[in-house]
T-cell receptor, first 115, second 117 residues
Framework: GNSVTQMEGPVTLSEEAFLTINCTYT??????LFWYVQYPGEGLQLLLK?????DKGSNKGFEATYRKETTSFHLEKGSVQVSDSAVYFC??????????????FGQGTTLQVKP | DTGVSQDPRHKITKRGQNVTFRCDPI?????LYWYRQTLGQGPEFLTY????????KSRLLSDRFSAERPKGSFSTLEIQRTEQGDSAMYLC???????????????FGEGSRLTVL
């Protein structure tokens, strides 16, 4: 079946450090891929997305590239800030159902950025 | 505030009782979703509506769970005869779907946390 696997957290970094959160997926066909972020006390928000192989999604300094050959969608940011502290979720929308909004999420990775 | 709102934010109940959660989506959104999230896990899809029609239900949604969206606006999720395993955060999301069936961006509410004692 379709699934998403993320690296275990928490990830603790100092401000201005480089961030990578690994995400790999299993899916038939060509899913759409997403990163959602949940800041403390808030609902999930879409951070970025990519809908086909080799697409790069980007937003707020974060980037992720859809790699079909490695079935990965790793999240990166060159210089993190304290305000980036949050829980990050990788997700996919399986192509067999189109983008119905039925998302399959990874377990989430907590990022803590220290000043 | 024009985001997705959920009520109540936290519900504590005893095993065997019924509970109901309400979700008010963003007003122009025609799709509404329910997800469930347990501690340390990502959200799991439960069901979704296009306007008032319930188009898909997950196998996770046992017979004790029922969701409605009368008139295609707000939605309710009812859990009958609650069990301790039902303790979780119940998330609602809404989106605007194009004519081709694309979901568009999902906007999530802050969730309703259920604790079953």
């Amino acid at each position: 079946g379709n699934s998403v696997t993320q690296m275990e957290g928490p990830v603790t970094l100092s401000e201005e450090a480089f961030l990578t959160i690994n995400c790999t997926y299993t899916a038939t066909g060509y899913p759409s891929l997403f990163w959602y972020v949940q800041y403390p006390g808030e609902g999930l928000q879409l951070l970025l997305k990519a809908t086909k192989a080799d697409d790069k999604g980007s937003n707020k300094g974060f980037e992720a590239t859809y790699r079909k050959e490695t079935t990965s969608f790793h999240l990166e940011k060159g210089s993190v800030q304290v305000s980036d502290s949050a829980v990050y979720f990788c997700a996919l929308s399986a192509s067999s159902s189109g983008n119905t909004g039925k998302l399959i999420f990874g377990q989430g990775t907590t990022l803590q950025v220290k000043p | 505030d024009t985001g997705v709102s959920q009520d109540p934010r936290h519900k504590i109940t005893k095993r065997g009782q019924n509970v109901t959660f309400r979700c008010d989506p963003i007003s122009e959104h025609n799709r509404l979703y329910w997800y469930r999230q347990t501690l340390g896990q990502g959200p799991e899809f439960l069901t979704y509506f296009q306007n008032e029609a319930q188009l898909e239900k997950s196998r996770l949604l046992s017979d004790r769970f029922s969701a409605e969206r009368p008139k295609g606006s707000f939605s309710t999720l009812e859990i009958q005869r609650t069990e301790q395993g039902d303790s979780a955060m119940y998330l609602c999301a809404s989106s605007f779907s194009t004519g081709q069936g694309m979901a568009g961006e999902l906007f999530f509410g802050e969730g309703s946390r259920l604790t079953v004692l």
